[in-house]
């Protein structure tokens, strides 16, 4: 019995010591910034502003220089910068730890169509990647499936919680489709020839996608005498509630998922990747459809794309009135999603307006998910999810974190990195800042 206790006293502790840190509590104290450049998310900026907020709402947002009341604890910022905190895009935060070991990963369901499929009840909230994501402003995140045709259901978290259901601030608001290629590419490596060419079993794939998609529609219109479960996952297609997010790139492809999902009656589509959908912007704005962009720090994907088209397609497609924001599917995708305002950094080194490319990855990505009621912006009435950084937070070497807040409640910037710097640096004997 001795040795059982000892035991369990053992994992105690050493559970503790690696484990997330706690959740921060409910806001009960109103807080007023004042003195900071606030960045409210819409391309609006405000020197030296005044931001307050109780019960986990923002109350007021204006100049400093108004006589008004403070309200609560007063935080002087001078000299900083306010954000509203920065939102993930297609992501699959929470769905894997390391890739390298397969029972750590919830991201990729067995089947082709899975529908009916929810990544959140997979997301791990207590993952290490994650609490990594909040000293650089990344708050919130659409937590996406992969993988077959029709991957499964989307839902957006914020960053400091318990589990999934304290996280989930959109619940299944998407569903994501993996689009088929018009065109194929030899294996090289099996001595094939390397080059691009048209694929013969593209029109066969979409007809199949069709045929599926009409199958659901006309079993959702039916008495049902037999419950079908990945057809009725798809009722929010068909009347609004939800997004299809279709993974496509190709002027083509880009073309026919479009006009086939609205053949198909689906209200409210997203075009995920894009590469090539400024070449069919007409068509983008004629149907409302707006594009979640891949990470520019990637090389182009045609031979006839210019060197420079991963960092200028944001202005591009933003300069001919598309709503543009920015996605993270990708090598290494949940752990470099802490980079996320490094991407709209670049973007705006490339064409972009800062304050646009602010807007990528706040209010633009909140309209795009659906979630920009009530964030995204730093707005009266909105929750109180928000960053405090010491410069511009689209610069690696100037977004430094000083304070957080996830609907008003002051979150913790501690991670197992931050823990292992101050303890190597202790080491050596380096200055802490």
């Keep these: 019995m001795k040795n059982l206790i000892y035991t369990m006293l053992f994992f105690f502790f050493i559970g503790n010591s690696i484990a997330q840190q706690t959740p921060a509590n409910k806001q009960l104290t109103a807080i007023s910034i004042e003195g900071a450049t606030a960045h409210l998310g819409n391309g609006k900026v405000i020197e030296n502003s005044l931001i307050m907020f109780n019960n986990g709402k923002i109350t007021f947002v204006g100049s400093a220089m108004m006589k008004i009341a403070r309200q609560g604890t007063v935080i002087n910022a001078k000299g900083k910068h306010i954000y509203p905190g920065f939102i993930a895009a297609n992501a699959s935060l929470g769905l894997a730890e390391i890739d390298a070991v397969k029972a750590s990963r919830d991201f990729d369901e067995v089947g082709i169509y899975n529908p009916h499929i929810r990544s959140l009840i997979a997301y791990n909230a207590e993952s290490k990647v994650i609490e990594s994501m909040r000293p650089n402003g990344v708050l919130m995140a659409q937590i996406t499936p992969r993988g077959g045709t029709i991957s499964g259901t989307s839902s957006i978290t914020q960053l400091d919680a318990w589990n999934w259901e304290d996280a989930a601030i959109q619940v299944d608001g998407g569903i994501h489709m993996n689009w088929p290629e018009s065109f194929t590419q030899g294996r090289w490596w099996l001595g094939e020839d390397p080059a691009l060419k048209p694929d013969s079993k593209y029109s066969k794939n979409i007809n199949q996608i069709k045929t599926y998609l009409q199958d659901a529609k006309n079993y959702l219109a039916s008495k049902k005498e037999k419950k079908h479960l990945p057809f009725e996952a798809t009722k929010g297609l068909f009347n609004g509630a939800q997004r299809l997010f279709i993974h496509v790139s190709g002027q083509k492809e880009i073309t026919d998922a479009v006009t086939i999902s609205k053949d198909l009656g689906i209200k409210n589509i997203v075009i995920v990747h894009g590469d090539g959908a400024e070449y069919v912007t007409d068509l983008l704005k004629k149907h409302n459809v707006p594009v979640i962009l891949d990470r520019p720090h990637r090389n182009p994907d045609s031979e006839d794309d210019a060197y420079d088209y ?124």
């Excluded at 933003?318 to 752990?335: D, F, S, T």
């Excluded at 080194?349 to 706040?362: P, Q, R, Y």
């Excluded at 979630?371 to 950084?389: N, R």
């Design 310 to 433: 991963t960092y200028t397609i944001a202005s591009t497609l933003a300069n001919k009135g598309v709503l543009v924001g920015i996605g993270m599917e990708g090598q290494m995708e949940r752990m470099n999603t802490r980079n996320l305002p490094f991407y709209a950094g670049t973007f705006a080194a490339h064409g972009l307006d800062k304050e646009a490319a602010v807007s990528l990855i706040t209010l633009n990505n909140a309209k795009i998910l659906g979630i920009d009621s009530f964030t995204g912006s730093l707005e009266v009435g909105k929750d109180a999810t928000l960053f405090i950084s010491e410069g511009d937070a689209l610069d690696m070497k100037t977004n430094i974190v000083a304070k957080a807040f996830i609907k008003g409640r002051t979150i913790s910037l501690e991670t197992h990195q931050t823990n292992l710097w101050k303890r190597y640096a202790k080491k050596y004997n380096q200055k802490l800042k």
